[in-house]
């Protein structure tokens, strides 16, 4: 299942949802990480930056921090301000 080519909305909880009852914790993580790879547009300050789907429409997302921004150059400059730390966690 790991090499599995997982064809869904990401941006969709039903469909992770039922993409994690369907393979498991595992494989879902395995998936989730590659997709996260494959989606992402550039890496700044160690945070991968990639278009998501939101309650508010398309958003900037930087990697994990929670922050969201309408345009690349936004998510850029704040990932350029808030480096990710040598021994933290981004993706």
Do not use: C
């Amino acid at each position: 299942m790991p090499n599995e080519n997982i064809n869904i909305n990401w941006d969709d909880p039903e469909e992770r949802s039922r993409l994690v009852e369907r393979i498991g914790v595992e494989a879902y993580n395995e998936a989730y990480s590659r997709h996260i790879k494959q989606s992402s547009v550039a890496t700044v300050a160690g945070h991968n930056i990639r278009l998501v789907g939101s309650r508010f429409g398309k958003l900037w997302q930087v990697g994990n921090t929670g922050r969201a921004f309408k345009t690349r150059e936004q998510a850029e400059i704040y990932a350029r301000d808030n480096p990710v730390i040598e021994d933290g966690y981004d993706e």
